[in-house]
């Protein structure tokens, strides 16, 4: 073999890169031979996909997709909607320059018709049919496209906002073809998913993905938990289902990021799951409620409560009367555990009170001055109808840049406290801790390093108490509710 090669070097001419990488494979070459090692390429079985041959001779790549597809497109509808909106000024000629928003007044809109598109998916035989709150929020009529292009209008009989989810039913006539609800929970990062839906109302339209993160909160509502892919998501989509890889929505289609492409959010299943039934029979939800201001943990909070970890959500004020301070809940409680799972954050804690029937009384477990205890709280109903200072900014003094007074009754009544505890914020030095700290003018102090405070004097006593600490840490009211804050120093 050797001296072939050698022959046909002789015969081509070659650079001395060229030859210096000739060189080295005659090196390993030789080093293989001499070591007694066998090495051979991998057999066209082993390095090929398989393949299957589709209608003749010529082979094709098997999509693991496409039998799901087959399936599952069946149960996906088209959802086209009616709406009744003010639109501008009618006229062909709207004035332009400074005349032309007088003409946009409201006195001088008119209701239009506007249409608006979305997707679905059909859960029940029925013709029961999930799909988001934002699709048919204040429509006037809805239609419901099938797959086999049949068309049918369709009733909303519940709407949950908070949640963007809704329920909509229609009359086929006949048993459709429904989906099957999965476990969002058992759903990993990187898992294979599978959307459906009517993106631009091109009809029923396949794209596929993977999950990207779970838990994202993008500010969309109070119960914030989506599902991150980058299954190809876009206008029209809303409503539709995500699918895992055993034909099971785990997921509806709900957000996008205009700025972003291949980033898509969507409702897990299981937040659904528990909404559904309230949906059908009532039209509406009824929510758990707990009774507990909660934030989320940071590093200076965990190094100023001497916890573990940032695991779990903080109880920054227990309302009076309600099922916390009835099971014996505190402030500066940690909440671990609730009936049963755990709370690894803030954002979790919101949902699983939420989704918790009315009456039921669970298992919260918290860690108080360091050790685990478990309490009992019974759920109530949540109340669905559940400012700062007029006082002049001045100059804010002393080391962590606040300037106190003591609360007058004017305070008290906008940030509904007794007159008689704690201090207001009426000054903030910019750069400061406090400012650093996100403290604003109107804020009112209430703790200080967990001792409560009625006045600016006694805010002054314990800061001096804390000598030359480099945090400070506050429990603080303003307009959002009680939660605590850490100054560094």
Known sequence: MLRNLGNYLNTKRFGAKTLSAVAVSLFFAGLLMSSGLNWTAPSVAESQPTVMPVGGDQPTMASPFTALAKQLTPA??????????????????????????????????????????????????????????????????????????????????????????????????????????????????????????????????????????????????????FIQTDASINPGNSGGPLFNMKGEIIGINTAIISSGQG?????????????????????????????????????????????????????????????????????????????????????????????????REVKVIVVRDGKEQQLLAKIAPLDSDETASDEPRQPAQGKWGMQLQDLNPQVAKQLGIKADQGAVVVGVQPGSPADNAAIQQGDVILEVNREPVKSVNEVKDLVAKAGDKGTLLLLVQGEQGKHYVVLKG
Request: hydrophobic letters at 40%; proline letters at 7%; aromatic letters at 4%.
């Open 263 to 359: 980033i898509g959010f969507a409702i897990p299943v299981n937040t659904a799951k528990p909404l559904i039934p309230q949906l059908v029979a009532k039209g509406k939800v009824t929510r758990g409620y707990l009774g507990v201001n909660i934030q989320g943990i940071s590093p200076e909070l965990v190094a100023a409560l001497k916890l573990a970890d940032a695991k779990g959500a903080l109880v920054a004020d227990v309302i009076p009367g309600g099922p916390a301070e009835k099971a014996g809940i505190k402030r500066g409680d940690v909440i671990v555990g609730f009936d049963g799972k755990t709370v690894q954050g803030s954002h979790e804690l919101p949902a699983m009170v939420a989704a918790t029937p009315v009456d």
């Open 76 to 225: 996906v509808v088209n959802i086209k909607v009616s709406k009744v909106e003010k639109t501008g000024f009618p006229g062909p000629n709207v004035p332009e320059g400074p005349f032309g928003g007088f003409f946009n007044h409201p006195q001088f809109r008119e209701n239009r018709p506007v249409q608006g598109a979305g997707s679905g998916v059909v859960i029940n035989a029925n013709g029961t049919i999930l799909t988001n709150n934002h699709v048919v929020e204040g429509a006037k009529e809805v239609t419901v496209t099938l797959a086999d292009k049949q068309e049918f209008k369709a009733e909303v009989v519940g709407r949950d906002p908070k949640t963007d989810l809704a329920v909509l039913k229609i009359n086929a006539g006949k048993d459709l073809a429904a989906a099957n609800l999965g476990d969002s929970d058992q759903l990993q990062v990187g898992d294979w998913v599978l959307a459906v839906g009517n993106p631009f109302g091109l009809g029923h339209t396949v794209t596929s993905g993977i999950v990207s993160a779970k838990g994202r909160v993008i500010g969309a509502g109070p119960y914030d938990d």
